[in-house]
């Protein structure tokens, strides 16, 4: 079946400017998250949602940085006012969690989106 | 907190000898951990996770709370193993999803 998918693949944006990366996560997962993946500090953990309860936020670097999960499915991850420390690799994985196997969760990744900001 | 260190950025190795990738963690619960893998312009992916016990593609990698590690090994290098490698911890208490990643380990096989 289809995997998480992400867009846009490429994103160049001037310093200042709002961003905007979507995530279509696979079909029936309940849970997403967002990553960040700068050069040389390997993936960081962004933001996390679990069906209806409240998103794990503890990851987002600063109040520039939000995300949404509408319907319980695809999701916008913004950046308002961008910096060029926001230069990235933006990566969105879900996953379907059991309460009676948590352990066996399974993240499955999507391709990522570059973001380059001038 | 959680924290995964993997100490070597690079790792080049002759294909057929042994490979060992170095994984220390610290977390003050009991830990979940994994092993992911990013070949050349594919996504990343799960290459193993400690409580399977398994072996992937000739993979293994055994937990060790004395020494907080989880060290990734295989005895004999393949070409097609060239990619990134990243451990990774997750907590085992419900509701402590996200996965803490190290910084990578590029490994490359040499002909």
């Known amino acids: 079946g289809a995997g998480v998918s992400q867009s846009p693949s490429n994103k160049v944006t001037e310093k200042g400017k709002d961003v905007e990366l979507r995530c279509d996560p696979i079909?029936?997962?309940?849970?997403l998250y967002w990553y960040r993946q700068s050069l040389g500090q390997g993936l960081e953990f962004l933001i996390y949602f679990q069906g209806n309860s409240a998103p794990d936020k503890s990851g987002l670097p600063s109040d520039r940085f939000s995300a949404e999960r509408t319907g319980g499915s695809v999701s916008t991850l913004t950046i308002q006012r961008t910096q060029q420390e926001d230069s990235a690799v933006y990566l969105c994985?879900?996953?379907?969690?059991?309460?009676?196997?948590?352990?066996?969760?399974?993240?499955?990744f999507g391709p990522g989106t570059r973001l380059l900001v001038l | 907190a959680q924290r995964v260190t993997q100490p070597e950025k690079l790792l080049s190795v002759f294909k057929g000898a042994p490979v060992e990738l170095k994984c220390n963690y610290s977390?003050?619960?009991?830990?979940?951990l994994f092993w992911y893998v990013q070949y050349s312009r594919q996504r990343l992916q799960l290459l193993l996770r400690?409580?399977s016990r398994e072996s992937i593609k000739g993979f293994t990698a055994d937990l060790n709370k004395g020494e907080t590690s989880f060290h990734l090994k295989k005895p004999f290098a393949q070409e097609e193993d060239s990619a990134m490698y990243y451990c990774?911890?997750?907590?085992?208490?419900?509701?402590?999803?996200?996965?803490?990643f190290g910084t990578g380990t590029r490994l490359t096989i040499i002909p």
């Open positions: 977390y003050s619960g009991s830990p979940e």
């Open positions: 079909s029936g997962h309940t849970a």
């Open positions: 990774a911890l997750k907590g085992r208490d419900f509701g402590n999803e996200k996965l803490t």
């Open positions: 994985a879900s996953s379907s969690i059991h309460r009676g196997t948590p352990m066996m969760e399974t993240q499955y």
């Open positions: 400690h409580i």
